[in-house]
């Protein structure tokens, strides 16, 4: 069975001027984000600036958001690093805090081959019990996910569904040939939901849901109710949006679009920074043209 169905929000992480996470921000936008309808919410992923935290950050981060979910949707921990052992750690991390799902990038920087693939992939695997989606994003990692290691990874019990953001819709669509019941494929990129879930997938692990997180459900609903007119008509009106989200280096415009709709303050860690104030006049207008209250 697929973790979730429809729209995963791949969470923000607010953050104090000091730098140090707003847990109170934190609980609301969970909160915000289960009212409007998200599916599921993905803690500690690239947008939350998993990479900038400390290990106990990340965990706690994590349980925070599994407390204030309550059971209510799917609560999914980011835990993949280029370290095997590093995200062994961090996925028993979450496991103990009742995460129930592990995303897990590929590894970057390392440029593991695919046998060095399938053997830190297996070994997280067997580390916990977990259900874990595989997460694909070349531009990022420099890493790919072919369908022919996928192929071979999903012999492993506990590997479930995969994050496809390599933007090749012949490979998207070469793995959505392996979906099953117990293999889920999930769009990685906002402006190829539709075409991705046509194919056979079941959703998106989204951005552009920390700020449009109804409409981004309502997306996804109307595929999985085989609406294609209406999907097609809400994706094509998310793209000028989904590109302003993209202007710069990810997650900072969508953290700062989050801050312009009054609901964190918009800080970083570096090596991230404050938007460029071009970008942050782009996402106003873009995010007033698509009905956001900016």
């Known amino acids: 069975m697929s973790i979730f169905e429809g729209t995963a929000v791949a969470l923000v992480t607010p953050m104090k001027e000091?730098?140090?996470?707003d847990y109170k921000r934190l609980d609301e936008l969970v909160e915000w984000q289960i009212e409007q309808g998200t599916d599921a919410i993905v803690a500690c992923g690239t947008t939350g600036e998993a990479s900038t935290l400390a290990n106990h950050e990340h965990i706690s981060v994590i349980e925070a958001v599994v407390k204030k979910a309550a059971g209510?949707?799917?609560?999914?921990?980011?835990?993949g690093v280029n370290d095997t052992n590093h995200a062994i750690e961090l996925s028993t991390g979450a496991e103990s805090v009742g995460a129930d799902a592990?995303?897990?990038v590929t590894p970057y920087y390392n440029k593991a081959s695919d046998t060095g693939l399938f053997l830190h992939y297996e070994k997280i695997a067997q580390s916990v019990k977990l259900p874990i989606i595989l997460y694909s994003v070349q531009s990022r990692t420099n890493m790919?996910?072919?369908?022919?290691?996928?192929?071979?990874?999903?012999?492993?019990?506990n590997i479930v569904g995969i994050k496809e953001a390599s933007s090749d819709i012949s490979q998207v669509a070469d793995i959505c040939r392996l979906a099953?019941?117990?293999f889920t494929v999930y769009s990685g990129n906002d402006d190829q939901v539709l075409p991705l879930m046509a194919l056979g997938g079941k959703g998106v692990i989204s951005t552009i849901a920390n700020i449009a997180p109804k409409q981004t459900h309502e997306l996804t609903q109307a595929v999985l109710d085989g609406n294609y007119d209406l999907a097609r008509e809400m994706q094509l009106a998310q793209l000028p949006l989904i590109h302003a989200l993209f202007?710069?280096?990810?997650?900072?415009?969508v953290k700062t679009a989050v801050g312009l709709l009054g609901k964190i303050d918009p800080n970083f860690r570096l090596p991230l920074s404050a938007a460029q104030p071009e970008t942050v006049e782009r996402l106003k207008k873009e995010m007033a043209a698509y009905g956001l209250e900016v």
Request: aromatic fraction near 0%; charged fraction near 20%; charge should be negative.
């Open 18 to 21: 000091d730098g140090a996470v």
């Open 144 to 157: 790919n996910l072919t369908a022919a290691l996928v192929e071979k990874l999903i012999t492993i019990p």
């Open 102 to 104: 592990l995303l897990i």
């Open 72 to 79: 209510r949707v799917p609560i999914i921990a980011g835990t």
């Open 247 to 253: 202007c710069e280096v990810n997650p900072i415009p």
């Open 180 to 182: 099953s019941d117990d």
